[in-house]
């Protein structure tokens, strides 16, 4: 149980254009998702924290307008890099929480493997 | 800043050594969580130990945490050349509510 999937896993782009990348909680109900950007060799870099019905909240830098965050049900959310440049590029994971049950503990997040995005 | 930070950065180490990583912080804390990740991979929960808690034992895994210091150690006993991977610690404490806040990782190799 507690398995959450990415999609897609790799995506290589053109400069200018938008990506969306898809965050799914396949077996439990995610209330709150998160977005994290990991560049090469470097440690995660919390984004966004996105709860369902709701608008995402952002972290300092992190600018709004450029990555769009939907999370429309308590399984889905989306993360749209509009307009990606070459600098855009990297590797972008989710996690996903749940109450109940499903968490061991109040704080768990259980993580996507990742997708590897590559502007041109 | 990072709320945590790990040191040594990188390890190499011989299969059946032990490995030792450390992480520090610089708030007060809820839980402190221990991750690894496989190169290019997503992230594997290990272990999570409270901050009430002063050591915690998963397999061949041991975490201390040291409250006073602000720090917390995970040491892998009989590596093996499949726990290459990095290492990260993430906290989560009161102001951040439910967010984690990741150290720099540690990149352990172990050679067979």
């Known amino acids: 149980g507690a398995v959450v999937s990415q999609h897609p896993s790799w995506v290589i782009c053109k400069s200018g254009t938008s990506v969306k990348i898809e965050c799914r909680s396949l077996?439990?109900?995610?209330?709150?998702m998160f977005w994290y950007r990991q560049f090469p060799k470097q440690s995660l870099m919390l984004m966004a924290t996105s709860n369902e019905g709701s608008k995402a909240t952002y972290e300092q830098g992190v600018e709004k307008d450029k990555f769009l965050i939907n999370h429309a049900s308590l399984t889905l959310s989306t993360l749209t890099v509009t307009s990606a440049h070459p600098e855009d590029s990297s590797f972008y994971i989710c996690?996903?929480?749940?109450?109940?049950?499903?968490?061991?503990?109040?704080?768990?997040?259980?993580f996507g493997p990742g997708t590897r995005l590559t502007v041109l | 800043s990072q709320q945590g930070e790990e040191d040594p950065q990188a390890l190499s180490i011989q299969e059946g050594e032990n490995a030792t990583m450390n992480c520090s912080y610089k708030t007060s804390i809820n839980n402190l969580q221990w991750y690894r990740q496989n190169s290019g991979r997503g992230l594997v929960h290990l272990i999570l130990i409270r901050s009430n808690e002063r050591e915690k034992h998963s397999g061949r895994l041991r975490v201390t945490l040291d409250t006073s210091k602000k720090s917390s150690s995970l040491l892998i006993t009989a590596s093996r050349a499949a726990d290459t991977a990095s290492y990260f610690c993430?906290?989560?404490?009161?102001?951040?509510?439910?967010?984690?806040?990741f150290g720099g990782g540690t990149r352990v190799l172990v050679k067979p």
């Open positions: 996690s996903a929480q749940a109450g109940g049950a499903v968490s061991l503990s109040y704080n768990e997040q259980f």
């Open positions: 993430a906290t989560d404490w009161e102001a951040a509510g439910n967010k984690l806040t």
């Open positions: 077996d439990f109900q995610a209330t709150t």
